[in-house]
């Protein structure tokens, strides 16, 4: 079976610092790995993911998140935050093996403050 | 915008009222979805069409009927639900149903059952 985990429900940085959301995940095989942002009253919108490949995948909005084997880790990742970037941030995992569907994890508030 | 409208945006019904959610992709996309978004819990992949032909149903209650008259919509007819099925539905698309193409969501209808 395959599993993520977001293990903070809400992620408070000040506007200008660098960011990161984590993700853990189990799968059997080798992974997908992608991230998704809501914006309030949104649907989600596509960022970034991992196939194969470089460890480091860039996306949209300046964010970038780092596939790391060893810890089953994809932590999502920006420079210096905005504002803007206020939303929900899904981690979503699938199963490289086989036909599989994509599981979400439970997702992690990012408040910027000003 | 992605892409894909969903209408209404927002519904309330009783439970012996029968209703339905249209999701319209505009993307030329082959495959589309629909999710269930309840708050902290992950997305709940209900069902999965691709070439307009179900390939995909999560053991979802009879009580959610699902259409896809051609590639471009897909429809959820609703009969007799329960308060527990307060939620946001989602709807999706993508160029391929294996889950390794990124996804595109719609704004989704926030659905309330009294």
């Known amino acids: 079976a395959q599993s993520v985990a977001q293990p903070e429900d809400q992620v408070n940085v000040a506007e200008g610092n660098p960011l990161t959301v984590k993700c853990t995940y189990s799968?059997?095989?080798?992974?997908?790995l992608f991230w998704y942002v809501q914006y309030p009253n949104r649907g989600l919108q596509f960022l970034l993911k991992?196939?194969?490949?470089?460890?480091l995948v860039k996306g949209s909005y300046g964010f970038e998140a780092e596939f790391n084997k060893s810890q089953t880790s994809f932590h999502l990742k920006k420079p210096s935050a905005l504002v803007s970037d206020s939303a929900l941030y899904f981690c979503?995992?699938?199963?490289?093996?086989?036909?599989?569907?994509?599981?979400f994890g439970i997702g992690t508030k990012l408040q910027v403050i000003p | 915008e992605t892409g894909v409208t969903q209408t209404p945006r927002h519904l309330v019904m009783g439970m012996t009222n029968k209703k339905s959610l249209k999701c319209e992709q505009h993307?030329?996309?082959?495959?589309m979805y629909w999710y269930k978004q309840s708050a902290k819990k992950p997305l709940e992949l209900m069902f999965v069409?691709?070439?307009?032909?179900?390939?995909e149903n999560n053991s979802v209650p009879s009580r959610f009927s699902p259409e896809c008259p051609n590639s471009s919509h897909l429809f959820l007819h609703l009969h007799t639900l329960q308060p527990e099925d307060s939620a946001l539905y989602l709807c999706?698309?993508?160029?391929?149903?294996?889950?390794?193409?990124?996804?595109?969501f719609g704004p989704g209808t926030r659905l309330t059952v009294l």
């Open positions: 993307l030329g996309h082959n495959a």
């Open positions: 069409y691709s070439l307009e032909e179900r390939v």
């Open positions: 991992y196939i194969t490949g470089d460890n």
């Open positions: 799968v059997s095989g080798n992974p997908y």
């Open positions: 979503a995992v699938r199963d490289g093996r086989g036909y599989q569907k994509v599981t």
């Open positions: 999706a698309s993508s160029q391929g149903q294996g889950f390794v193409d990124t996804q595109y």
